[in-house]
């Protein structure tokens, strides 16, 4: 497990390089990931949003996404954006269906109508 120190280091490193290369989408993506394994959600939020706006088309962007606003609390939004990044192709099922990110939605019937929709019980 990385330390507390190296996080930090992370961190800066890509905010700054994010600052040099706004719309590099490999940058924005790692510091999608540092922001909400830190617990920085709503920055997590906000690059995921960017993310999606850089590149609407990637499935992995609205399937991030929804984690994000899962994590706030969204439920009704997360599963607007799962059903984004499965109309553009996302079909890992089974991580969707157990991601701790989305634990918030194991029992949220919006997303138990997506299962259902998707044959998955």
């Known amino acids: 497990m990385p330390s507390h120190n190296n996080c930090n280091f992370e961190l800066s490193f890509f905010e700054s390089l994010h600052r040099r290369t706004p719309k590099d989408v490999r940058v924005a993506s790692i ?22 706006r850089l590149q609407p ?26 059903r984004a990044a499965l109309a553009l192709g996302y079909k890992d099922f089974d991580w969707m269906k157990h991601d ?9 019937s919006g997303f ?4 259902n929709d998707l044959g998955i019980t």
């Open 31 to 52: 510091l999608a990931h540092i922001y909400t394994k830190s617990g920085l959600i709503d920055l997590g939020l906000k690059m995921d949003q960017k993310l999606v």
């Open 112 to 115: 138990l109508k997506l299962l």
């Open 100 to 108: 701790p990110d989305l634990n918030d939605l194991s029992d949220y």
């Open 57 to 82: 088309e990637d499935p992995t962007s609205h399937y991030n996404l929804a984690c994000s606003l899962c994590l706030k609390g969204r439920k009704a939004d997360s599963v607007k954006a799962l």
